[in-house]
């Protein structure tokens, strides 16, 4: 069984930043893929960002030059630095992982973690 276990969320006022952690266990390959998405109230879940086990990243163009994505694979934990945080990024951050590093598709996901961004 395979868990991703996010945290790092709250609030935080405009220009802030904020660092989401999540760490997977289970029977779970540590260089699979792994990405950040959020899902904004009324609005559909989209991608955020994702990293490859060999590092290669790619970020929507909405957090590009504010977020980085990075990995720690000995510890199967990805983070999610946002700086320069905006209203706008307000939303549920859910962590997600693909089955095996050869998917393209996320096939785990995490509880979700709350990041709020005040005006």
């Known amino acids: 069984q395979v868990q991703l276990v996010e945290s790092g969320g709250g609030l935080v006022q405009a220009g802030g930043s904020l660092r989401l952690s999540c760490a997977a266990s289970?029977?779970?390959?540590?260089?699979?893929?792994m990405g950040w998405y959020r899902q904004a109230p009324g609005k559909q879940r989209e991608l955020v960002a994702t990293?490859?086990?060999?590092?290669?990243?790619n970020y929507a163009d909405s957090v590009k030059g504010r977020f980085t994505i990075s990995r720690d694979n000995a510890k199967k934990t990805a983070y999610l630095q946002m700086n320069s945080l905006k209203p706008e990024d307000t939303a549920v951050y859910y962590c997600?992982?693909?089955?095996?590093?050869?998917?393209?598709?996320?096939?785990?996901w995490g509880q979700g973690t709350q990041v709020t961004v005040s005006s």
């Open positions: 997600a992982t693909t089955k095996t590093p050869f998917d393209m598709s996320m096939a785990y």
């Open positions: 289970g029977n779970i390959f540590s260089i699979n893929t």
């Open positions: 990293i490859t086990g060999g590092g290669i990243t």
